[in-house]
């Protein structure tokens, strides 16, 4: 007769087992989209963590980082409080896409519905947001394009294209009848 910790372990393996058996029928695509937005989501949030607070605060080191990097022009515009709250406004934003990316495809990974709700989201929060750039490059920064003579690549940020392609391909692989298809295969076979 087996002690109470081995049925305790015994029952705790098969319902594992039943979980990670049905986990191995995880379609190929959600988990390299899942990693990729994984890998993505947390480079890109780390790096708007520091690129909000760095205009925010603008210590030496950023303010030295941005004066090699960007053209005399976007120096001089940064100065202007009205252009630098965009771009914290921007950047905060995009970071904040970046952790919703982070969340989604650690719980599209776990096979969790809520993981593909919230990839389902940030596709559809970038491409609303990438609308709302191509409005703002005529209504905001235009004026500072007449006003520092900036040129349109001067502004370092959202690029129309690049932005897109993962968000276009996720769309497209997680609304694939095989995704519907692993979620009911691996909600159905759940234990606890």
Same mark, same amino acid.
């Given at each position: 007769?087996?002690?109470? $910790?081995?049925?305790?372990?015994? &029952? ?28 993505? +989501? ?5 790096? +708007? ?22 053209? %005399? ?39 969790? %519905?809520?993981?593909?709700?919230? $990839? $389902? ?10 609308? +709302?750039? &191509?409005?703002? #490059? ?15 690549? #001067?502004?370092?940020?959202?690029? &129309?294209?690049? +932005? ?29």
């Amino acid at each position: 007769m087996p002690s109470r $910790m081995q049925a305790i372990y015994q &029952l705790g393996y098969n319902r594992s087992s039943a979980a990670s058996e049905a986990r191995l029928q995880r379609p190929r695509s959600m988990t390299v989209i899942g990693v990729i937005g994984l890998l993505w +989501g947390s480079a890109t949030a780390l790096m +708007g963590l520091i690129a909000t607070y760095g205009l925010i605060v603008m210590p030496d080191w950023f303010a030295e980082f941005l004066r090699e990097r960007v053209s %005399p022009e976007y120096w001089r515009a940064l100065q202007d409080d009205g252009f630098r709250r965009w771009g914290i406004w921007r950047t905060g934003t995009t970071t904040l896409f970046s952790l919703l990316l982070v969340v989604g495809a650690v719980r599209l990974l776990r096979m969790e %519905p809520r993981g593909w709700q919230l $990839m $389902m989201a940030y596709v559809v929060l970038v491409f609303l947001w990438a609308a +709302g750039e &191509l409005v703002a #490059d005529f209504r905001v920064y235009s004026h500072y394009r007449q006003v520092y003579n900036l040129r349109p690549t #001067d502004r370092p940020g959202f690029r &129309l294209m690049p +932005g897109l392609i993962y968000p276009a391909i996720a769309a497209y692989f997680l609304t694939r009848p095989k995704v519907a298809e692993a979620y009911q295969q691996y909600w159905f076979t759940r234990d606890d």
